[in-house]
């Protein structure tokens, strides 16, 4: 076991990991030996003990610092008792909602209630109420009047400002005020969570918990946070802290919402950002600046704790879908530096990718070939995208100074390191370890960045693609793809000629699964006619389109609310009537009888009823029409169906491609 402290200044405290589920109640915790817990971590997933589930991972980390904690995964939300089934903790309640916002776990893009909650057993769907970080932290403060509360997770990380809420169409305000606990901690909790167990443990009351990097808390006096503004930050020699538009000047003025937005995303690169402060009433939400990345030797000892890789025993033998995804699977990194304006991972995780030692990997991928039951077929080695693994700055302290918001858009800048041979090295290093039969790459390869080293191309196609790979060119429209900032479809292009080639060359018949977005700020249904257009001469046929949601916080969402671009300040064109996303959706099933009167619908209003016929240019058949149009250029890209493919299907359904 490689055990290393995080570098936090302070008392360090032995790391003491320990086998075995953390206790779910008081019979558990009196088996370990507790008769009392320090922590309390409080989740809205069910209790997988994986390093895949956020609130474990902190839960396991925060254990192997020498704390007793506990979990309590998806309590009753109608009274507090579950939650205080194991008694008060004594330093404090951490509280999640889970891995995913609650509102998007639960609602679709159409605002329609989804028929599975991948992280409940049996994907239950009424396991955990909406706005669970709300709810929980109420909860808990009922339950343990006095104990501090503090927030973590993607749903209070990415709603820890004034916010748009698409789910009720409002803009609401920061979650720390609605949830009233002490702190949020924002990003990767790692080193934050540490640093508040430590402090209190020593005795400081948590009021005095003001500075920790990658925590927000509440200033309620109007002039306490008026003289905060004008003082000096502590983490940048020359500058104030960063005043975002007030929540109530965000609620009357789209433009103010856009500036925030804009001012809020230059301040997340955690060795320059600088603090933030957002003023809601007479109250104030102050942000310290983000946590600072792990190094790779952290994240080993991170990644080195002993998780048991199994759900919670109490379930018995209902599964955990999103468990059963990401079971044989492997976690190689964190964080993007691509900044996708739909995507949240890069305000989340950070722009500095966090890699682990090839060592490390291959410790993880032999004690999975030692778990009952294991296929012999790793399903993903990757991270939010297969191909960044190590991929860094060429010097720090360009780096350090940097405030650009994508290494990779509008163009690959010329200081990024885009060396693809740690990557082709560690799945080598992967499919040589004994018991290990295929190694799958199913994260998103970004294509921009894979097309500058055919030899990575070439490793994928011969050993890590299981029939077929999924890449996300998402549109093909230049207005939209700046936009959403990613690069052009030319480089899709290019990588699916060198894709092609090398399969060939590796006597495999596989194909290529691209994702498309409709519904994206800056795309008309004009736009999406084209795209439509375009698959169809290139005889593809999408199985999954992604409608856009606006999530919390990105920079499309920004678009989709307020028609601005952040960036500019100019307008943007946004879809907002759910029929006409629904039909936009439709237009690139154009191939699906049951969609093809919705895609007429669509064509009629963007003017291109020529495009409804039995011609060769047409895109649907005629009304009533049984016939399908004859198609373009090229086969369909469709993927056999065999049991190899099915297993990798699944393992793409965890997260959408880079
Ligand atoms: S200088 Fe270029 S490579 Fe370095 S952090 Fe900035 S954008 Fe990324």
């Known amino acids: 076991m490689n055990l290393v402290q995080l570098r936090i200044p302070g008392k360090a405290v032995p790391p003491t990991p320990r086998r075995g589920f953390l206790p779910t109640t008081r019979a558990e915790m009196k088996q370990r030996g507790y008769d009392e817990l320090d922590i309390l971590i409080v989740t809205g997933d069910a209790y997988v003990?994986?390093?895949?589930?956020g609130p474990i991972l902190i839960a396991r980390f925060l254990e192997a610092r020498g704390y007793k904690v506990g979990v309590v995964a998806q309590p009753d939300w109608r009274t507090p008792d579950d939650i205080a089934r194991m008694g008060k903790p004594r330093l404090f309640v951490g509280v999640s909602a889970g891995n995913l916002d609650s509102m998007l776990n639960k609602l679709t893009a159409q605002k329609k209630v989804r028929s599975e909650d991948q992280y409940s057993p049996g994907g239950r769907t009424e396991m955990r109420p909406n706005r669970a970080t709300i709810v929980y932290s109420n909860l808990c403060r009922q339950a343990f009047p006095g104990t501090p509360i503090v927030l973590g997770g993607i749903e209070a990380s990415l709603r820890r400002i004034a916010h748009y809420d698409y789910w009720s169409d409002s803009v609401r305000r920061s979650i720390l005020l609605d949830s009233k606990a002490d702190l949020l901690?924002?990003?990767?909790?790692?080193?934050?969570?540490?640093?508040?167990?430590?402090?209190?443990?020593?005795?400081?009351p948590v009021q005095r918990l003001k500075d920790v990097r990658g925590t927000a808390h509440v200033i309620d006096d109007v002039e306490e946070w008026q003289r905060i503004a004008a003082a000096p930050s502590k983490y940048v020699t020359d500058g104030l802290p960063v005043i975002l538009p007030s929540y109530e000047e965000v609620v009357a003025s789209k433009r103010a919402f856009s500036r925030m937005s804009q001012a809020f995303?230059?301040?997340?690169?955690?060795?320059?950002?600088?603090?933030?402060?957002?003023?809601?009433?007479?109250?104030?939400?102050?942000?310290?600046?983000?946590a600072l990345p792990l190094s790779e030797q952290e994240m080993d000892a991170l990644y080195d704790l002993p998780f048991e890789r199994a759900a919670h025993p109490s379930y018995r033998k209902e599964e955990v879908p999103a468990f059963e995804t990401v079971k044989e699977s492997i976690v190689t990194m964190r964080g993007c530096?691509?900044?996708?304006?739909?995507?949240?991972?890069?305000?989340?995780?950070?722009?500095?990718?966090?890699?682990?030692?090839?060592?490390?990997?291959?410790?993880?991928?032999?004690a999975l070939t030692r778990m009952a039951g294991f296929s012999g077929m790793i399903s993903?080695?990757?991270?939010?995208?297969?191909?960044?693994?190590?991929?860094?700055?060429?010097?720090?302290?360009?780096?350090?100074?940097?405030?650009?918001?994508?290494?990779?858009?509008?163009?690959?800048c010329s200081n990024l390191v885009t060396d693809h041979q740690p990557v082709i090295d560690l799945l080598r290093k992967v499919r040589e370890v004994p018991g290990v039969n295929r190694v799958f790459v199913a994260s998103g390869v970004r294509y921009d960045l894979a097309e500058r080293s055919p030899e990575?191309?070439?490793?994928?196609?011969?050993?890590?693609?299981?029939?077929?790979?999924?890449?996300?060119?998402?549109?093909?429209?230049p207005r939209v793809l700046e936009k959403m900032k990613k690069p052009g479809i030319e480089s899709y292009e290019r990588f699916a000629e060198s894709f092609c080639k090398a399969s060939e060359k590796a006597g495999k018949e596989q194909y290529l699964v691209p994702y498309f977005i409709t519904?994206?700020?800056?795309?008309?249904?004009?736009?999406?006619?084209?795209?439509?257009?375009?698959?169809?001469?290139?005889?593809?046929?999408?199985?999954?389109?992604?409608?856009?949601?606006?999530?919390?916080?990105?920079?499309?969402?920004?678009?989709?609310?307020?028609?601005?671009?952040?960036?500019?300040?100019?307008?943007?064109h946004t879809a907002h009537e759910l029929r006409e996303k629904r039909m936009m959706k439709a237009l690139l099933f154009y191939w699906d009888p049951k969609q093809q009167p919705l895609a007429r619908e669509a064509l009629k209003r963007a003017g291109r009823g020529d495009l409804i016929g039995r011609g060769a240019h047409c895109l649907v058949p005629p009304e009533g029409g049984s016939s399908f149009p004859a198609y373009g250029a090229g086969p369909p890209q469709r993927a056999p169906r065999d049991l190899k493919t099915r297993r990798l299907r699944a393992s793409t359904r965890k997260r959408r491609p880079s």
């Open 519 to 572: 519904g994206h700020p800056g795309s008309t249904l004009a736009d999406t006619v084209e795209l439509a257009l375009y698959l169809k001469r290139k005889g593809m046929r999408p199985r999954q389109v992604q409608d856009f949601i606006p999530t919390p916080m990105s920079m499309a969402t920004s678009m989709y609310y307020t028609g601005l671009d952040p960036f500019t300040q100019e307008p943007v």
């Open 185 to 204: 901690v924002f990003g990767m909790g790692e080193r934050a969570a540490w640093e508040i167990a430590r402090r209190l443990d020593a005795g400081e």
């Open 49 to 53: 003990d994986h390093a895949a589930f």
């Open 337 to 366: 530096f691509g900044g996708c304006t739909f995507c949240s991972i890069t305000e989340h995780e950070g722009r500095v990718i966090q890699s682990r030692s090839s060592d490390s990997v291959v410790r993880e991928v032999r």
């Open 380 to 412: 993903d080695v990757g991270g939010p995208t297969a191909n960044m693994y190590k991929m860094t700055c060429k010097d720090e302290r360009i780096e350090s100074a940097c405030r650009r918001l994508s290494c990779v858009h509008p163009g690959i």
């Open 265 to 290: 995303q230059v301040e997340t690169n955690a060795q320059n950002a600088r603090p933030i402060l957002q003023a809601h009433g007479k109250q104030a939400v102050y942000f310290n600046g983000p």
């Open 456 to 477: 990575f191309v070439r490793e994928l196609a011969a050993h890590h693609t299981g029939g077929q790979l999924s890449v996300a060119p998402e549109h093909t429209n």
